[in-house]
């Protein structure tokens, strides 16, 4: 029987879904060991396309006590493509219908997510989170921000977790006056938030014309602003969103207190404030509902748009502009959404810098 040379096998290997190269390492030794290289790993992330999908079903939304959020998985390829998709429950560590879970971020197909002890939040002090990769350092790193606000002034606390060395950092340059507002979007090595640099003269979750995009590059830890488009005059509120693999922005445009149309906002080049593009205006429903659920928007890596408002799941063709209503079965209504693309990426093992460090000394 022939042998087929090593790079078209490779070739051939790295186009396929990960559930099928995890099957494929038990068919020999050699192909064990290139589906399990570094190298691999890193082709195999560049080229496959396969990506999924994460919903954030809410429950019981107008029962602050009792509010449910879980996590739900389903195809990307099937909400393209299939009139009907059904949501399958997300298992993980620690996995427990009974507790909330949120997600963080996905980076190179890692998930982060954190649970929800408790939904009796202190009205003091809040907290938002982000996850990205730290490419110069080759290390994932979440960040949290704790803002507790005291009687005179408010006070802001950072904190960077290094999952290489298993252990946290303070962050001490980013202004007290600064509250940021989840989700968080991680683009160019940079965790972004929405935000206000003057809360004192801001309402929270209000509509005014005080918003920044904040950032954090994971790299040096510094904080920066990033320069926003010219938006329109209405009264608005703005999402970040990341479409490929562009920060982008939707601004929910208001009009006699009534969400009239979100604008989509792309930064092609990133830095550049003249780069920034209005991709699209999605006219939004005249209902209360679409108040309490924003718009929600993610972009596949084959261009398609997939637009969340609360419970229906809309698929646009940017390149003819159809709308498809998929159905997706087993779900209610969405809190959030994110695309991740499946990888063998495994997040390195808790201090495992810190016993490379004392196995080299010894």
Avoid at 1 to 21: A, C, D, G, H, Q
Avoid at 161 to 176: F, H, R
Wanted: charged share 20%; aromatic share 10%.
């Amino acid at each position: 029987m022939p042998t087929l040379p090593t790079e078209l096998v490779t070739e051939i290997l790295s186009r396929l879904t990960v559930k099928s190269l995890l099957k494929f390492k038990c068919v020999s030794k050699s192909w064990r060991a290139l589906i399990s290289s570094p190298e691999f790993v890193k082709t195999h992330l560049t080229i496959c396309a396969h990506q999924r999908v994460v919903l954030t079903e809410v429950r019981d939304l107008f029962s602050f006590r009792d509010v449910q959020y879980i996590l739900k998985d389903c195809s990307l390829n099937s909400l393209r493509n299939d009139p009907v998709t059904e949501a399958l429950d997300l298992y993980y560590p620690m996995y427990n219908p009974q507790q909330n879970v949120c997600i963080v971020g996905s980076v190179n197909g890692l998930i982060c997510t954190y649970l929800i002890l408790d939904l009796r939040v202190s009205g003091d002090c809040s907290f938002v989170y982000g996850f990205g990769y730290d490419e110069y350092n080759d290390d994932y790193k979440v960040v949290c921000v704790r803002h507790r606000f005291l009687i005179l002034e408010d006070h802001v606390v950072v904190k960077s977790y290094s999952l290489k060395s298993n252990s946290w950092s303070s962050m001490d340059d980013i202004p007290d006056v600064v509250r940021l507002i989840k989700p968080c979007k991680f683009v160019n090595g940079k965790l972004h938030w929405t935000g206000v640099l003057s809360w004192a003269n801001s309402i929270y979750g209000g509509f005014h014309k005080d918003w920044n995009i904040v950032s954090i590059d994971l790299a040096d830890e510094k904080w920066g602003e990033v320069e926003q488009p010219r938006y329109g005059e209405e009264d608005f509120s703005l999402n970040l969103e990341v479409l490929g693999s562009d920060l982008s922005v939707l601004s929910n445009c208001m009009k006699k207190h009534t969400e009239s149309h979100t604008e989509v906002w792309v930064m092609r080049e990133y830095g550049v404030k003249e780069s920034w593009t209005k991709m699209y205006t999605i006219k939004n429903r005249g209902d209360v509902i679409s108040l309490f659920f924003p718009q929600t928007l993610c972009m596949s890596n084959k261009g398609d748009i997939l637009l969340v408002p609360g419970s229906t799941v809309m698929v646009q063709n940017p390149k003819d502009e159809s709308i498809r209503y998929p159905k997706v079965t087993n779900f209610g209504s969405c809190d959030a959404v994110n695309i991740y693309v499946e990888s063998l990426v495994c997040a390195p093992l808790f201090g495992t810098n810190k016993a490379q460090s004392k196995n080299k000394g010894s």
